[in-house]
């Protein structure tokens, strides 16, 4: 069985610093994804981004970096320069390769809020 | 861009009711999911259908769930005997290859009294 772990279930920054939203999961397959998700208070699930277990590289995309370890089995998502808009919660979650059904299992999610 | 859809925005339903809550999934695609969220907690999977039957589904989705495609557009979630504890936003899924990026409907927020 698979499981994500988001230990931080609610953050608080002023606008402009850099914050570190982290994200630990657990699986027995050596072939999964995993993804960030961002549900503003509209309350839709936004796709951020998806990376294979096979590539470690880190990924930057504007203010947001995404630092993916396998050997700690943390995938943890940073945004620099925050500002009010990213005002979110935010979900870290998981697909195994081998899962038929190829659910996402999804961490408990962060409240990051961002305070002018 | 394509987009998932989902009606109704909003639901609200006696309990003992029964419900019906509708996609409309990307055309082309062939994996079709529902999750539920209740208020303030995580995503939670509730089922994933390929090729006109369930490939998996969750402890949550009992015997008074149900889901079809009954046209080749449509992916419904039917909940009969509502509970209380049904309350939650229902989130429609789709994708092409079953190892592509889930992306969601905006949901349906189910409320039973």
């Known amino acids: 069985a698979q499981k994500v772990t988001q230990a931080q279930t609610e953050i608080s920054v002023v606008e402009k610093e850099d914050v570190t939203l982290d994200c630990v999961y657990e699986?027995?397959?050596?072939?999964?994804?995993l993804f960030w998700y961002k549900q503003p208070p509209s309350g839709e699930l936004v796709f951020l981004i998806r990376?294979?277990?096979?590539?470690?590289q880190n990924e930057i995309s504007g203010r947001y970096s995404w630092n993916f370890q396998k050997s700690t089995s943390s995938f943890n998502f940073t945004i620099t320069a925050s500002q009010v808009v990213d005002s979110a919660v935010y979900f870290c979650?998981?697909?195994?390769?081998?899962?038929?059904?190829?659910?996402?299992?999804f961490g408990g999610g962060t409240r990051l809020m961002v305070k002018p | 861009e394509p987009e998932v859809t989902q009606t109704p925005s909003h639901q609200v339903t006696q309990m003992g009711q029964e419900v019906i809550l509708r996609c409309v999934p990307i055309s082309n695609h062939l994996y079709f999911y529902w999750y539920r969220q209740i208020l303030g907690q995580k995503v939670e999977f509730l089922v994933s259908f390929y090729n006109n039957e369930i490939s998996e589904k969750s402890e949550i989705f009992d015997d008074r769930f149900s889901v079809e495609r009954p046209d080749g557009s449509n992916f419904t979630l039917k909940i009969r005997s509502t509970k209380l504890e049904d309350s939650a936003m229902y989130f429609c899924?789709?994708?092409?290859?079953?190892?592509?990026?889930?992306?969601f409907g905006p949901g349906t927020r189910l409320t039973v009294l």
């Open positions: 990376r294979n277990s096979f590539d470690e």
């Open positions: 979650a998981l697909i195994n390769g081998n899962n038929a059904g190829n659910m996402l299992t």
């Open positions: 699986t027995r397959d050596t072939t999964y994804y």
């Open positions: 899924a789709s994708i092409y290859e079953s190892t592509d990026t889930q992306y």
